[in-house]
């Protein structure tokens, strides 16, 4: 069983970063594919990147590109999201995800851990 908590959510200006981070329980994080999606008011919850058991791999939604990096440190079971120049459109509530099996996804339904999710409001 893997527990994830997100935590360094919070308000930021536009323009501005923020980073993101998922501290997981568990003695084998090392083996998960982990993942960011994010949920804003009124609309789906969309993929934004995703990284795999090694951190050798990465991917992310093309409207994050270039602005965000996915990373983990498995020493210390967490995973870090650096995001930065920030818009309002990021505005959303941000979850981590952890799977089990194979590799990362950008699919929701394919991790079978998620946390609780931490607010990041992008204000113009």
């Known amino acids: 069983q893997v527990q994830l908590v997100e935590s360094g959510g919070g308000l930021v200006q536009a323009g501005g970063s923020l980073r993101l981070s998922c501290a997981a329980s568990g003695r084998t994080f090392s083996r998960y594919a982990m993942g960011w999606f994010r949920q804003a008011p009124g609309k789906e919850r969309e993929f934004v990147a995703a990284?795999?058991?090694?951190?050798?791999?990465?991917d992310y939604a093309d409207s994050v590109k270039g602005r965000y990096a996915i990373s983990r440190d498995n020493a210390k079971n967490t995973m870090y999201l650096q995001m930065n120049s920030l818009k309002p459109e990021d505005t959303a509530v941000y979850y981590c995800v952890a799977k089990s099996l194979g590799f990362y996804s950008s699919r929701w339904s394919d991790y079978n851990y998620w946390g609780q999710g931490t607010q990041v409001t992008v204000s113009s």
């Open positions: 990284i795999n058991w090694s951190g050798g791999s990465t």
